[in-house]
T-cell receptor, first 117, second 113 residues
Framework: AQSVTQLGSHVSVSEGALVLLRCNYS??????LFWYVQYPNQGLQLLLKYTSAATLVKGINGFEAEFKKSETSFHLTKPSAHMSDAAEYFCAVTPTLNSNSGYALNFGKGTSLLVTP | DTGVSQDPRHKITKRGQNVTFRCDPISEHNRLYWYRQTLGQGPEFLTYFQNEAQLEKSRLLSDRFSAERPKGSFSTLEIQRTEQGDSAMYLC???????????FGPGTRLLVL
């Protein structure tokens, strides 16, 4: 089964600093990859997704991610962190459409981003 | 488009009791997913509906769990004889047609005492 690994369960950055959250996937074929953000006691909000089009994907709130097949990575970045970016971030993978499971997502364990003043 | 809604948002129950959660997907979304998220973990897939048909169930979905989507619109997830290990956030998501993007509801947080 396809899976993702998120390196670093906690990441701390200063306000205004670069944000880098790491995600590596395991897949024999190019999958669909997603980054979701979760604020406390809320559901998940889609930040961006890779669906085999452009390898550099731009999302909401200034985030972007680059699909690198050679490194099996899909790291999330943001040039300048804001206090409001503090949240839990999840990388997820799904294969192409499966008639039985649709696009059921396999999530990483998440990375908690702390932004300090 | 009012988004995915879930009810209740919070549920506290005693071990051994039955609980039922409801999910209302985005209107006309034919695909509906349930996930479970325990503290400090990512969501884990439980089950998938395409219209009213339940096409996939994870091995995480024990016999005490049952899900329905009777008219292809809202869905319910029932847990019978709850155990403390069932304490988690239960998330519902929906998508339409061949779109791979899932839209998540706010979740139902279950605490089993």
């Amino acid at each position: 089964a396809q899976s993702v690994t998120q390196l670093g369960s906690h990441v701390s950055v200063s306000e205004g600093a670069l944000v880098l959250l790491r995600c590596n996937y395991s897949s024999s074929v190019p999958p669909y990859l997603f980054w979701y953000v979760q604020y406390p006691n809320q559901g998940l909000q889609l930040l961006l997704k890779y669906t085999s089009a452009a390898t550099l994907v731009k999302g909401i709130n200034g985030f972007e991610a680059e699909f690198k097949k050679s490194e099996t990575s899909f790291h999330l970045t943001k040039p300048s962190a804001h206090m409001s970016d503090a949240a839990e971030y999840f990388c997820a993978v799904t294969p192409t459409l499966n008639s039985n499971s649709g696009y059921a997502l396999n999530f990483g364990k998440g990375t908690s981003l702390l932004v300090t003043p | 488009d009012t988004g995915v809604s879930q009810d209740p948002r919070h549920k506290i129950t005693k071990r051994g009791q039955n609980v039922t959660f409801r999910c209302d997907p985005i209107s006309e979304h034919n695909r509906l997913y349930w996930y479970r998220q325990t503290l400090g973990q990512g969501p884990e897939f439980l089950t998938y509906f395409q219209n009213e048909a339940q096409l996939e169930k994870s091995r995480l979905l024990s016999d005490r769990f049952s899900a329905e989507r009777p008219k292809g619109s809202f869905s319910t997830l029932e847990i019978q004889r709850t155990e403390q290990g069932d304490s988690a956030m239960y998330l519902c998501a929906s998508s339409s047609g061949n779109q791979e993007t899932q839209y998540f509801g706010p979740g139902t947080r279950l605490l089993v005492l």
